[in-house]
């Protein structure tokens, strides 16, 4: 097997000359380029395919952000990582929009070492190179028209219903996942590891939300949806908030962060197939089949989460939701909370068309002594879980 291709960009030719020294342990394992600026990696790019990029934010000429969609155009299975020592809110924000990971100058070899180590790692044994590339051409998640109509109300109000704007951006799940994203990449210091979204909010803050949103519409590109794309946003979002609604309930307390997560983003890939601009796919993927140019949607949606960093219980729950679990007497631990609130939903009006109902598994489950101990009606809390969510959806 070729050795993985990592090319590094940056104007300032002493830290290119650093990154080669610190880096040099690892010149038999990688096959590792620098270019001086946009333009030359681009040159680079063209003549060969490279893994991941790793680039600085401030060059003069092309700026990272701007070689960085280009590279997610042009080459969208290759990885791409911001290093810059620039960590205001605009710097960050641009990058959430532009690149997949964060690094902050000066890094330590170790830290880059890491980070490149975790994306040169294709998720999918069976569609590694065609995942990657479906993944990594997505700039922007489908969202319902309502929702980017309530969010724009309520950050252009003259005073910020603090309550509501949580809750509106907890239910958006472009939105949640690039705040997960960027809560995990360091580029605003240390945050706890097992936040939950809504603590994520509070943590960023509202201007960091208004910059947000405010830079995707300015720099996502919107692409051409297939023609059964609102039907099947609107399906995937009610079986999502359905679903975070009952796992809040489902979770224990120390799984319930990642776990309302994962509820959130169990359906990514569906949405990333609408969302992945149809010039780079083989074929386009249709929202209300199971696969995107024949990858499965879960593969898709698996390696998107690992592109962008989040953490790993939650990637480990996504890909293991549609799997028949034997959770520990102990407890059921993300994944397994997940599946449960999955499979209860799938009793309801907010199921997942694309899976059924698997009745024996479910009464194996409930009778786990995390849920069986509690005395609740578990088909009766996920009833009232998916009719929340079809209010939330007519709202």
């Known amino acids: 097997m070729s050795m993985p291709r990592i090319l590094f960009v940056d104007d300032e030719p002493h830290i290119l000359d650093g990154l080669r020294r610190s880096l040099r342990t690892k010149r038999n394992e990688w096959d590792m380029s620098f270019a001086p600026g946009g333009e030359p990696a681009l040159e680079i790019l063209a ?53 997949h990971r964060f690094l902050s100058k000066p890094s330590d070899a170790g830290a880059v070492i890491d980070v490149i180590g975790q994306l040169i790692v294709r998720t999918s044994p069976a569609h590694g190179e065609r995942s990657r590339r479906i993944a990594g051409a997505v700039r922007v998640l489908p969202a319902l028209p309502q929702q980017d109509a309530e969010l724009a109300g ?8 603090y309550d509501r704007l949580v809750d509106a951006v907890v239910q958006h799940i472009g939105l949640s996942a690039k705040l997960l994203q960027l809560s995990n990449s360091g580029f605003f210091g240390p945050r706890p590891k097992n936040a939950s979204i809504a603590a994520v909010i509070s943590a960023m803050g509202i201007m960091t939300i208004k910059d947000l949103v405010s830079a995707g519409s300015a720099h996502w590109e919107p692409a051409t949806w297939h023609p059964a794309a609102d039907a099947s946003v609107r399906s995937v979002w009610r079986h999502a908030v359905a679903t975070m609604l009952l796992v809040e309930q489902v979770a224990s307390p120390a799984h319930r962060p990642h776990a309302q997560a994962a509820a959130m983003l169990q359906d990514v890939g569906r949405l990333s197939a609408i969302g992945a601009p149809h010039e780079t796919l083989d074929a386009p993927g249709d929202p209300a089949g199971t696969d995107c140019a024949g990858v499965p949607f879960r593969d898709i949606g698996v390696e998107l989460l690992h592109l962008w960093g989040l953490p790993s219980p939650v990637v480990t729950a996504v890909a293991e939701r549609d799997l028949p679990h034997e959770p520990a007497e102990s407890g059921l631990g993300v994944a397994g909370a997940l599946r449960v609130a999955h499979l209860l939903v799938q009793q309801t009006d907010s199921r997942d068309p694309a899976d059924g109902q698997h009745d024996d598994e479910l009464a194996r489950l409930l009778s786990h002594p995390q849920l069986a101990a509690r005395g609740v009606d578990w088909r009766q809390t996920a009833c009232a879980a998916s009719a929340r969510a079809a209010q939330h959806l007519e709202s």
């Open 47 to 99: 003549e060969r395919p490279y893994d991941v990029v790793v680039s600085d934010m401030r060059m003069p000429g092309m700026d990272g952000a701007q070689l960085l969609t280009r590279i997610s155009q042009i080459h969208p299975g290759t990885a791409r990582v911001v290093l810059s020592g620039h960590t205001e809110r605009e710097a960050a924000i641009r990058a959430a929009v532009a690149g």
């Open 154 to 161: 309520l950050l252009g109000a003259a005073e910020v219903d």
